[in-house]
């Protein structure tokens, strides 16, 4: 099971169910064929931003925090992103196509939209495809070794 899968499937464990510990996370994530132990959710869970938080009944429950749309990520956050799960960065024209893990593509649309970067128009992500509609006087090609270097490719 590839990292990026496994927090994937944290990240939606934890909007479907109130997780109140990580030993319940890791016998989640056995129901469903997955194997992980405490010390790598623990850090799963830290990389994907998750929190405690009380909810009715004064329980703490994980979740992930929603970062608002104004929010600029900061750029090591990307980097890590970029680096944890594009496998590859190809263009044509003004479009520069990413590939992920199964599962990943959201994850790295969301940190380039929280980016700021002045250069990209938008995104679109389906499963582990993401498409980036770079800003036309800079064209695909720039916005490709822009977007190889922040992966590390």
Do not use: F
Not at 56 to 79: C, Q
């Amino acid at each position: 099971m590839s990292k990026a899968r496994r927090q994937h499937r944290i990240a939606v464990l934890l909007g479907e169910h109130a997780v109140t510990n990580q030993s319940q996370l890791v016998g989640l994530l056995q129901d469903e064929g997955l194997k992980a132990t405490q010390a790598t959710v623990s850090r799963d869970l830290d990389e994907l931003g998750a929190v405690k938080v009380r909810v009715a009944g004064g329980e703490t429950v994980y979740a992930i925090p929603e970062h608002s749309v104004d929010r600029i990520a900061p750029k090591d956050h990307l980097r890590r992103v970029m680096g944890d799960w594009v496998a590859d960065v190809s263009h044509s024209g003004n479009l520069v196509l990413l590939r992920t893990p199964p599962g990943s593509a959201h994850v790295v649309a969301s940190a380039l939209d929280r980016a700021g970067i002045a250069d990209i128009v938008g995104t679109v992500a389906g499963d582990d495809t993401l498409l980036v509609v770079a800003a036309e006087e800079v064209g695909g090609a720039c916005l490709e070794l822009r977007l190889r270097d922040l992966a590390g490719l």
